[in-house]
């Protein structure tokens, strides 16, 4: 029974952005539990080197280039995936950018850009195999939200811009969609130990001790703590879970911070 909720046999999975990371973890772990894993990338070369990476864990994937944030080749792509593969049961809306630049030093077409990629594209893709999920009454949606969907920090209002829009467009897909059998959720993941975090994750370094400091489980999340999440999402145990972000984070949300030397019997 409790295997059987887990089970993904014969389900097709799309993990955009999926050849790295986070991406990558979602991908393995869906892919264990038996899903046929697509993953999609704007360079071919990082697809070839990640059917490496999945081989070398049993899980054989099937690759397409397409960008995300342009309709006409999601149509494109998502109409080969269903020639060649199938129709698409489980979509990972994951790929996606950050630009770290302060509010009045930001072009306006870099706001853009990172606007059409982490919450533009989302929608694009979504809204091209939501019809066939519809028809077939059942699916599963996973947007990659953020901490950034339900707080602010300097330097980053392109994504947090966009990934509180993301929390929003995942509820509204809720809405309208649940009564034909789908279920939208997010995952906002917290601080995750990848390459890109790898040069600030040193002792001593000043946002390797705020993270430290802030999270409560006293550690950097790892991209399976997030592919977890993302199987939990994408099995039949979540069938009555819709329109709700599951922060992957360690505690952070929930802690207003420690101070040293703190009384902790003071409320």
Known sequence: MINELFDLKGKVALVTGGTHGIGMACGMLLGKAGAKVVINDIFEDKLEACKEEYAKEGVDVYTLTFNVAKEDEVDAGISQIEKEVGPVDILVNNAGIIKRVPILDMPTEEFREVVDIDLVAPFIVAKRVAPSMIERRQGKIINMCSMMSVYGRQNVSAYAA???????????MCCEWAKYGLQVNGIGPGYIATAQTAPIRVNGHPFNNLVMTRTPANRWGEPEDVGKAALF??????????????????????????VEGENTNVE
Not at 167 to 172: F, G, H, I, S, V
Not at 240 to 247: E, S
Request: charged fraction near 15%.
């Open 162 to 172: 966009a990934k509180g829009g993301l929390k929003l467009l995942t509820q509204n």
């Open 233 to 258: 999402l994408a099995s039949k145990a979540a069938d009555f879970v819709n329109g709700q972000v599951l922060y992957v984070d360690g505690g952070i949300i929930a802690n207003f911070g420690y």
